[in-house]
């Protein structure tokens, strides 16, 4: 099982940047696939971003791409999401997430472990 802990959410105009930070520990993230959820109130969990155990490829929703860019740190045991050119519906709660080397990444129940997550609100 891997522990997972966000940071760095908070209250941005849109048009702003935040980067999230996800720390792990328990296990080493190059054998985990990690991903990035969120979910709105009153709207189910979706799908962000996700980086594969190796580094070398990256996913995104489509809401988020060309503004989100997901990144690790093995040394550091760190996954980033940093998103640029905000809007107001990014309004959500962020969550990290780890899975065993999943086919499935962009499906929520592929990921074992699962951080408290972290608010990023986007005012207009």
């Known amino acids: 099982q891997v522990r997972l802990e966000e940071s760095g959410g908070g209250l941005v105009q849109a048009g702003g940047s935040l980067r999230l930070s996800c720390a792990a520990s328990?296990?080493?993230?190059?054998?985990?696939?990690m991903g990035w959820f969120r979910q709105a109130p009153g709207k189910g969990r979706e799908f962000v971003a996700a980086?594969?155990?190796?580094?070398?490829?990256?996913y995104y929703g489509d809401s988020v791409k060309g503004r989100f860019t997901v990144s690790k740190d093995n040394a550091k045991a760190t996954v980033y999401l940093q998103m640029n050119n905000l809007k107001p519906e990014d309004t959500a709660i962020y969550y990290c997430?780890?899975?065993?080397?999943?086919?499935?990444?962009?499906?929520?129940?592929?990921?074992?472990?699962w951080g408290q997550g972290t608010q990023v609100t986007v005012s207009s």
């Open positions: 997430a780890a899975a065993v080397k999943t086919l499935r990444i962009k499906t929520e129940t592929s990921y074992s472990s």
């Open positions: 980086i594969r155990w190796s580094g070398d490829s990256t």
């Open positions: 328990g296990r080493t993230l190059s054998r985990h696939d």
